[in-house]
């Protein structure tokens, strides 16, 4: 079964910068998408980046372009979520995934698994 496991949360200045990462066992590429989402309490998860596998290609949400990236790592096995100019806003739950398919900054096809999720906080 696919695992994914995230790390790299924790606090983080206002305006700073922080790289969240995701290792990925148990699925076989090319054929799938890699995506983050994030979710705030009592809200629904919302999509944040995604990457086509095969080809690299990213999305980033409208919201988000400009201060958030997403690449492969360079093992192979995993992928990143750059977060720059972080705002207190940006404080959620980041969860990692993957699925069959990319759409938009999030993903469609199943299987659609996700990690359990790493805090991140924005302090002002």
């Known amino acids: 079964p696919v695992k994914l496991v995230e790390s790299g949360g924790g606090p983080v200045q206002a305006g700073g910068s922080l790289i969240l990462s995701c290792k990925v066992s148990?699925?076989?590429?090319?054929?799938?998408?890699m995506a983050w989402s994030r979710q705030f309490p009592g809200q629904e998860r919302e999509a944040v980046a995604s990457l086509i596998s095969n080809s690299g290609t990213t999305y980033i949400a409208d919201s988000l372009r400009g201060r958030f990236t997403m690449s492969r790592d360079n093992t192979g096995n995993g992928f990143n979520l750059q977060m720059h100019s972080v705002k207190p806003e940006d404080s959620a739950i980041y969860y990692c995934?993957?699925?069959?398919?990319?759409?938009?900054?999030?993903?469609?096809?199943?299987?659609?698994?996700w990690g359990q999720g790493t805090q991140v906080t924005v302090t002002s």
């Open positions: 995934g993957t699925a069959r398919f990319c759409l938009g900054a999030g993903v469609s096809g199943e299987p659609i698994t």
């Open positions: 148990g699925v076989t590429p090319p054929l799938y998408c």
